[in-house]
């Protein structure tokens, strides 16, 4: 199984930028889908992004163009960039690692805050 830890929440003035990263560690973690999360309060927690384990990336539709998600294989760590926040983009974010062909085993980080406002 993988742990997961991330860091580099925080807080960002509407229209700035911050990012997350999660570093993964116990197993192989090229073999792992990584994505994002964010809840906020109130809210379900709901998919930010996701990579494959070959680099293809999906997105919300509320941060596309906004957003990037990236991985480093070779440190074991996956980003998320994230440009132009909004106040809404205020939430924890999780990061989430399952192995490939294995979804049903979900792994999540502890969160991290994130808070947007002027």
């Known amino acids: 199984q993988v742990q997961v830890v991330e860091s580099g929440g925080g807080w960002a003035q509407p229209g700035g930028s911050l990012r997350l990263s999660c570093a993964a560690s116990?197993?192989?973690?090229?073999?792992?889908?990584m994505g994002w999360y964010r809840q906020a309060p109130g809210k379900e927690r709901e998919s930010v992004a996701e990579?494959?384990?070959?680099?293809?990336?999906k997105y919300a539709d509320s941060v596309k163009g906004r957003f990037t998600i990236s991985r480093d294989n070779a440190n074991d760590t996956v980003y998320l960039q994230m440009n132009s926040l909004k106040p809404e983009d205020t939430a924890v974010y999780y990061c989430?690692?399952?192995?490939?062909?294995?979804?049903?085993?979900?792994?999540w980080g502890q969160g991290t805050q994130v808070t947007v406002s002027s």
């Open positions: 116990g197993s192989t973690f090229s073999m792992y889908v």
């Open positions: 989430n690692a399952y192995e490939f062909g294995r979804e049903i085993l979900q792994y």
């Open positions: 990579i494959s384990i070959g680099g293809n990336t």
